[in-house]
Nanobody
Framework: QVQLAESGGGWVQAGGSLRLSCTLS????????MAWFRQAPGKEREYVSA????????YYTDSVKGRFTISTDDAKNTVYLQMRSLKSEDTAVYYC???????????????????WGQGTQVTVSS
C-alpha cells in the first residue's frame, strides 16, 4: 500500500523560506508523477507544482513561478518543495500527491489523484 509522509511545514515570516519533504513508501517511486497541492481556509484545493514521472519536466502554477522549486531524490523516494520569498497568501495546508499519470496532477483540481499525503501546515506571517 502506497503511503506518503510529509514534513517541513511551519511558521515563517513573509519573505522567508521553507522546504517541504514527502517520502513515498510501498511502491516504486519511479512509477509516479509527484505533485504538491495546497488548501487555504475557506478555499478550494489548489494545484501548486508537479514533476513528471521521468523527472525531466517540472510544472508550476503561475503564482509560485520563480519562487518555488520542486525536485526529487529518487534514491530516497522523496519529493521536495523549496519555497522562497513566501507571502501571506501562501498560507495553507500543503498536500503531497502521487499518481501514475502526469496528467492527473499537472494543473488539475486533484480529483483524480491516486494517493495523498496527510498534509502539512505552512503559515506565513506578514
Amino acid at each position: 500500500q502506497v503511503q506518503l509522509a510529509e514534513s517541513g511545514g511551519g511558521w515563517v515570516q513573509a519573505g522567508g523560506s521553507l522546504r517541504l519533504s514527502c517520502t513515498l513508501s510501498g511502491s516504486p517511486f519511479s512509477s509516479y508523477a509527484m505533485a504538491w497541492f495546497r488548501q487555504a481556509p475557506g478555499k478550494e484545493r489548489e494545484y501548486v507544482s508537479a514533476i513528471s514521472k521521468s523527472r525531466s519536466t517540472t510544472y508550476y502554477t503561475d503564482s509560485v513561478k520563480g519562487r518555488f522549486t520542486i525536485s526529487t531524490d529518487d534514491a530516497k523516494n522523496t519529493v521536495y518543495l523549496q519555497m522562497r520569498s513566501l507571502k501571506s497568501e501562501d498560507t495553507a495546508v500543503y498536500y503531497c500527491a502521487a499518481d501514475t499519470s502526469n496528467w492527473d496532477v499537472v494543473g488539475t483540481d486533484g480529483s483524480r489523484v491516486d494517493f495523498w499525503g496527510q498534509g502539512t501546515q505552512v503559515t506565513v506571517s506578514s
